[in-house]
C-alpha cells in the first residue's frame, strides 16, 4: 500500500500556527511561574525584615526594662543594630496610683539606609519600679492609701 503524495505531506509535522501558538502558551506558563516566584522571594523578605525590626524593639525595650534610672530613661537613646541599621527609641514614664507603679510610652524607630521612612513602634506598658521614684513624699502617700485599703479589705471580708 502506497501513500499518495496528499497524504504524505500531511503527515510531515506541525504547521507554523501549530508552533506558534505552543510558543505562545509556553510563554505564558513561563511569566506566570516566575511572577509567582518573585511574589514568594518578595514574602520571604518581608517577613524576614519584619523579624529583624521585632527583633531591634525587643532589644531597645530590654534596654529601657534594665534601666534603673529614671531621668536617664527619660532622656531616650539610640543604638546600631546588628543589620546596620540605626534605632532610635525614647519613652514617657507616668505615675499611676500605686506607688513604684508605672505607665510606659516605649517609642523606636527603625530606619534603614535603603529606606527612606523609619519604620515606628510605639508600645505601652506597666512596670514596678521602686528606684523611677521621684517623690519620696507622694510615693510615701500611695504606700498608706494602699495600706488603707488592704486594711479595709481585710475588714469587710468574713473571718
Do not use: H
Not at 534603673?68 to 505615675?95: M, Y
Amino acid at each position: 500500500m502506497r501513500c499518495r503524495p496528499s497524504e504524505f505531506r500531511r503527515a510531515r509535522g506541525f504547521t507554523l500556527l501549530e508552533v506558534l501558538v505552543g510558543l505562545a502558551i509556553v510563554a505564558m506558563v513561563v511569566i506566570v511561574l516566575g511572577a509567582s516566584y518573585l511574589n514568594v522571594l518578595t514574602s520571604y523578605e518581608v517577613v524576614s525584615r519584619g523579624m529583624q525590626i521585632d527583633e531591634d524593639v525587643a532589644f531597645a525595650r530590654q534596654l529601657v526594662l534594665r534601666e534603673p534610672d529614671r531621668k536617664k530613661l527619660e532622656q531616650g537613646g539610640e543604638f546600631e543594630t546588628a543589620g546596620g541599621r540605626r534605632a532610635q527609641w525614647s519613652v514617657e514614664i507616668t505615675s499611676t496610683a500605686l506607688p513604684d507603679v508605672f505607665e510606659v510610652a516605649f517609642t523606636c524607630e527603625i530606619a534603614e539606609p535603603a529606606r527612606p521612612e523609619p519604620d515606628k513602634v510605639t508600645q505601652r506598658f506597666t512596670v514596678l519600679r521602686p528606684t523611677w521614684s521621684i517623690d519620696a513624699a507622694e510615693q510615701g502617700k500611695l504606700r498608706e492609701e494602699v495600706k488603707k485599703r488592704i486594711l479595709e479589705a481585710q475588714v469587710k471580708k468574713p473571718a
